[in-house]
């Protein structure tokens, strides 16, 4: 396999995934408001993804490890995501359209963390800076952020949906120009050969490994922290009389310095270690949501959103590394999907709290948030420290 079309071809698949969730993350709890849902029952919808996910992402990933190729997932489960947003047009109540996205979600929820393995199996096989594919990602999420608050500014929850329709057709599209089969020892600098399939036994045994499922634990609680600011940081900037495009700036702003920090992945990782990067997201997030409970001017906002290339970038960068170190190569993307499934299970139970917290406390409400991610930092710091011999 070529290394060069590789590198591309999954920086593309990135760039139109991170569209869908850059529209998704500020912008469908606004089209579910358009549809008279109330605060409670927009949390309860949030939720259902990440419910489902924990079903869903277990039993999709491992079925993805025993496809020929990942990628064939990725096609598969991208064409059907497409396929089954355009049903949301025709949902009106809270229960079809809570049926909609837990069907949508089956499919949708797996894409991130098999694409997360995909590329970290190749940036290791082809000796790749897994940053720098992953930085498309997120430069994606900006313009998604920028294009979603124009939309929106313009045709309301009605338009965030179409443009959502859209990303993931362009998604489904760059499925289709992923390699099919997996990189070998024949064809990458570093020799390894193709993994061999093992069985959910094998899996599940890492999670009986206790510093394994701590670590993981961990880090599920510092990024399940942002579930109020996913779930109502839009909503409650719009209600302060912010605008939606400055509020798809302020979106924009956090993810671009995430950006920075992805550009340069290899020396951040080599420089701070995996213990380092997790203690900077766990204290950013606890100071982060902290500032976030109390309501500032505008221009305030921008370097508090700073914060993200910390809170999520410096924690998505240890968990990545931990991973790869730490998972065979053969459950790489059934590991992904234990992480992202533990993360859903946190975020989905942060997400439906955030419901009743923004009800009765506004923002006030994230103080929630940073004791989550406090908790979280607490056990990796146990977890992480030197032994003593």
């Not at 079809?96 to 098999?114: E, G, K, Q, R, S």
């Not at 045709?155 to 120009?177: K, R, S």
Request: charged content about 10%; some cysteine; aromatic content about 10%.
């Amino acid at each position: 396999m070529d290394r060069n079309r590789f590198a591309w071809s999954l920086s593309v698949y990135y760039s139109a995934l991170f569209l869908i969730i850059g529209l998704m993350l500020p912008y469908l709890p606004l089209w579910i408001e358009s549809r008279g849902l109330s605060p409670t029952q927009i949390s309860v919808i949030l939720t259902i993804p990440m419910v489902v996910r924990l079903g869903a992402i277990p039993v999709m990933t491992f079925l993805a490890d025993r496809m020929p190729a990942r990628q064939v997932a990725l096609l598969i489960y991208s064409v059907a995501a497409a396929t089954l947003l355009f049903v949301f047009h025709l949902t009106e109540g809270f229960w079809v359209i809570a049926a909609a996205v837990a069907v949508v979600a089956v499919f949708l929820t797996p894409l991130l963390p098999i694409t997360e393995a995909v590329a970290m199996r190749g940036a290791r096989l082809y000796a790749l800076d897994y940053g720098r594919i992953r930085l498309w990602g997120s430069l994606s999420f900006i313009a998604a952020n920028i294009i979603g608050g124009a939309v929106v500014a313009r045709g309301g929850g009605a338009g965030a949906l179409l443009a959502l329709n859209a990303a993931a057709v362009l998604t489904a599209i760059a499925a289709f120009a992923l390699p099919r089969r997996e990189p070998a020892s024949d064809d990458a600098p570093v020799a390894a050969q193709k993994p061999v399939r093992g069985n959910m036994r094998e899996l599940y045994g890492l999670l009986r490994q206790p510093r394994f499922a701590a670590v993981l634990i961990g880090s599920g609680l510092i990024q399940s922290s942002h579930g109020m600011f996913y779930a109502f940081g839009t909503i409650g900037w719009v209600e302060q009389g912010i605008s939606p495009s400055t509020v798809g700036f302020l979106w924009a702003t956090g993810v671009l310095v995430e950006v920075c920090l992805f550009a340069v992945a290899a020396r951040i990782v080599a420089t701070l270690g995996i213990g380092g990067l997790f203690a900077a997201g766990a204290i950013a997030a606890v100071l982060r949501w902290s500032l976030m409970v109390a309501e500032w001017p505008v221009a305030v906002y921008f370097p508090i959103q700073a914060l993200h290339a910390l809170t999520f970038g410096a924690t998505h960068l240890a968990t990545m590394n931990y991973l790869t170190r730490e998972a065979p190569d053969h459950h790489a993307g059934s590991a992904q999907g234990l992480f992202f499934t533990l993360y859903g299970l946190m975020t989905g139970t942060a997400t439906l709290a955030a419901g009743p917290l923004f009800r009765t406390f506004g923002s006030g409400g994230y103080a929630a948030m940073a004791i989550w991610a406090g908790a979280g930092g607490l056990i990796l710091l146990v977890t992480l420290r030197p032994r003593r011999t």
